[in-house]
């Protein structure tokens, strides 16, 4: 395709620089002898996924397994978040479907874990850095739990709000992971820290999640925390899981779940401006450059050279 792209782009000094007539032979070159492979592969493309998708989606019924008790266990990640995780942890705690309310500090070195401690949350403070690190820990300690058939992942930074766990549950019975997707604009406050950058970053890093597990699922949003799991699922996909996977851990973990067979289905979530400093992947679009780029190196070839 760069190829094409630079034969094509050759018409430009051919018609404006004298002598430009000697460039015809190579834009012609390059655009025939490019553009044969890259006609072959869209035409592949296209019979893929008009054709072959049908044949590869699995066969079965919707799912739709009913829940026998809407309660549900909040674990929140939480990393120098001393302003927000009070509010946060009351914001969960105060909701009819909330049982309890874990939140797991990543070693933090201002006044989080003690906020949490005030705000009335099981603390756990995870000392190995690393946004995976805390993620596994939160999943561990809520699955840990059995008497709630459901963990719902989030952070304790106030971007997401509890009342969006009723629209979560409305999912769950169709899958083992319901993913919140911040792609849905009324939902999205205009001011986050999710740049029109990192937005679309985000949707084509979905995209190619899709497509290597062409079939199984519809990807819109593989940066978000939000989520729901069944306990079952969990107790599946956690030894799969590496926590050693920094910032593209939530893509490694969906990744992870179509590979394991489980049902991931999106559901659209509120997002709102973090309260604080961002420290993760949304600190510049360059850190969210450098973020997505790995995220596509572990989807399309081994997350093992993440770790």
């Given at each position: 395709m760069t190829s094409y792209l630079l034969g094509v782009s050759l018409v430009i000094p051919r018609y404006l620089m004298p002598y430009g007539h000697y460039l015809d032979p190579v834009a012609e070159w390059l655009v025939w002898y490019s553009g044969i492979p890259l006609t072959i592969g869209m035409a592949l493309m296209l019979f893929d996924l008009l054709y072959l998708l049908q044949h590869r989606k699995p066969n079965l019924p919707v799912r739709y397994d009913a829940i026998d008790r809407r309660r549900v266990t909040v674990a929140l990640t939480?990393?120098?978040?001393?302003?927000?995780?009070?509010?946060?942890?009351?914001?969960?705690?105060?909701?009819?479907?909330?049982?309890?309310?874990i939140l797991v500090s990543n070693n933090s070195v201002d006044r989080t874990f003690e906020?949490?401690?005030?705000?009335?949350?099981?603390?756990?403070?995870?000392?190995?850095?690393?946004?995976?690190?805390?993620?596994?820990?939160?999943?561990?300690?809520?699955?840990?739990?059995?008497?709630?058939?459901?963990?719902?992942?989030?952070?304790?930074?106030?971007?997401?709000r509890s009342y969006d766990?009723?629209?979560?549950?409305?999912?769950?019975?169709?899958?083992?992971?319901?993913?919140?997707?911040?792609?849905?604009?009324?939902?999205?406050?205009?001011?986050?820290?999710?740049?029109?950058?990192?937005?679309?970053?985000?949707?084509?890093?979905?995209?190619?999640?899709?497509?290597?597990h062409l079939g199984r699922g519809t990807m819109t949003d593989v940066g978000t925390t939000y989520k729901l799991?069944?306990?079952?699922?969990?107790?599946?996909?956690?030894?799969?899981?590496?926590?050693?996977?920094?910032?593209?851990?939530?893509?490694?973990?969906?990744?992870?779940?179509?590979?394991?067979?489980?049902?991931?289905v999106e559901c659209p979530i509120t997002f709102h401006p973090r309260?604080?400093?961002?420290?993760?992947?949304?600190?510049?679009?360059?850190?969210?450059?450098?973020?997505?780029?790995?995220?596509?190196?572990?989807?399309v070839f081994d997350w093992r050279w993440m770790a």
């Open positions: 939480a990393y120098n978040d001393e302003e927000s995780v009070g509010p946060a942890i009351r914001d969960f705690a105060d909701n009819s479907l909330v049982e309890r309310v906020r949490a401690v005030e705000a009335g949350a099981i603390t756990h403070n995870e000392l190995q850095p690393g946004y995976g690190r805390c993620v596994y820990r939160c999943l561990s300690e809520g699955a840990a739990y059995d008497d709630t058939e459901f963990v719902v992942l989030c952070e304790g930074d106030l971007t997401f766990i009723e629209k979560l549950l409305a999912y769950a019975p169709h899958a083992d992971i319901v993913n919140g997707t911040r792609t849905v604009e009324p939902l999205r406050q205009h001011q986050t820290q999710l740049s029109t950058f990192m937005y679309y970053g985000n949707l084509f890093v979905g995209k190619l999640l899709e497509a290597k799991c069944r306990r079952s699922a969990l107790l599946r996909l956690l030894p799969a899981l590496n926590p050693a996977i920094n910032l593209e851990f939530n893509a490694h973990l969906l990744d992870r779940a179509l590979g394991l067979d489980l049902v991931v309260v604080g400093v961002s420290k993760g992947g949304n600190i510049n679009n360059l850190r969210g450059l450098k973020v997505g780029l790995r995220m596509i190196v572990g989807i």
